[in-house]
């Protein structure tokens, strides 16, 4: 059985991910710039972030804007996971 702080630690985990992730799609910028536009540039780059990019050889390095952008198709994350990056994203505190 995986006790709760294990979970917590890898919740936390999570967390930083998606606010990487985050940063590395669409910059660092003061959070008074995020609005609905932003938003939908976010969540349409999301949806083609490639599955799991830092696993592939060839592309973990890469730009992920340039791989987004590229002519090569590659397997793309879920709703489920771009829906939750989403919130992971943006449930966070200031301070």
Not at 21 to 46: G, H, P, Q, V
Request: hydrophobic share 35%; with cysteine.
């Amino acid at each position: 059985m995986v006790g709760a702080s294990v979970w917590r630690i890898k919740t936390e985990s999570d967390y930083h991910a998606a606010i990487a992730n985050l940063i590395e799609l669409m910059t660092d910028i003061e959070i008074t710039s995020i609005d609905a536009n932003f938003c939908r540039e976010y969540k349409d780059k999301l949806i083609h972030y490639p599955l799991h990019r830092p696993k592939t050889r060839h592309i973990k390095n890469a730009e992920v804007n340039e791989i987004i952008n590229s002519k090569t198709i590659y397997p793309k994350i879920s709703t489920t996971t771009v829906n939750n990056q989403i919130r992971k994203g943006t449930l966070f505190s200031i301070g």
